[in-house]
């Protein structure tokens, strides 16, 4: 049973990430999975639910991957951040921020509140990754911490956009400029 569940939260990811959240509806996920819409139903008994259940996911794959790097240098870390970016853009996806930003205003409050704890946490991890970085030297750039990380998590929201209209190219072209203007 667990597995049914696991995979209508990856099925239900992957069209957030693709189409947008609402854009799908519970017989596009399972049809492909070859279930009934009431076992979809049984797991998640509102589309709601199931939304809850996709930012939940994405936040422990966050702050597992958090956790990984926490002991390499902040650059590092920074750049497994864009990684996992990169890794959207090659499946061209976009990111949980960014697929559920555009429908914000008609999600349930309950998946607001979520998204909006979700995305202060990221903004938070890169204001406190950047802040280490520039005591050690190894970031430089003007303006807050905070403000920076701003512009970065900003920039490769919008990265993975523009990837789907112009090409891949645009996501590496502004990755790298990110890093080339606080390195």
């Given at each position: 049973m667990q597995d049914t569940k696991e995979k209508?939260?990856?099925?239900?990811?992957?069209?957030?990430?693709t189409k947008g959240f609402n854009s799908f509806s519970y017989?596009?996920?399972a049809d492909p999975l070859a279930i009934r819409n009431a076992a979809?139903?049984?797991?998640?008994?509102?589309?709601?639910?199931?939304?809850?259940?996709?930012?939940d996911q994405e936040i422990?794959?966050?702050?597992t991957g958090i956790a990984n790097w926490e002991t390499l240098p902040e650059?590092?870390?920074?750049?497994h951040l864009i990684a996992s970016f990169e890794n959207k853009c090659n499946r061209h996806m976009v990111c949980i921020m960014g697929s559920l930003s555009p429908d914000y205003n008609t999600l349930p409050e309950n998946m607001q509140a979520r998204l909006r704890q979700f995305s202060a946490s990221v903004i938070a991890w890169v204001t406190k990754c950047l802040e280490n970085g520039q005591k050690k030297g190894?970031?430089?750039?003007?303006?807050?911490?905070?403000?920076?990380?701003?512009?970065?998590?900003?920039?490769?929201?919008?990265?993975?956009?523009l990837s789907r209209v112009m090409g891949?190219?645009?996501?590496?072209?502004?990755?790298?400029?990110?890093?080339?203007?606080?390195l």
């Open positions: 209508i939260v990856g099925l239900a990811d992957q069209l957030i990430k017989k596009d996920i979809v139903h049984y797991y998640f008994p509102t589309k709601a639910d199931l939304g809850m259940a996709v930012i422990n794959f966050m702050n650059d590092q870390q920074l750049r190894i970031f430089h750039f003007k303006g807050t911490a905070g403000d920076r990380a701003l512009l970065i998590v900003s920039n490769l929201l919008a990265s993975l956009l891949e190219t645009a996501f590496e072209n502004i990755s790298k400029q990110l890093l080339d203007d606080i």
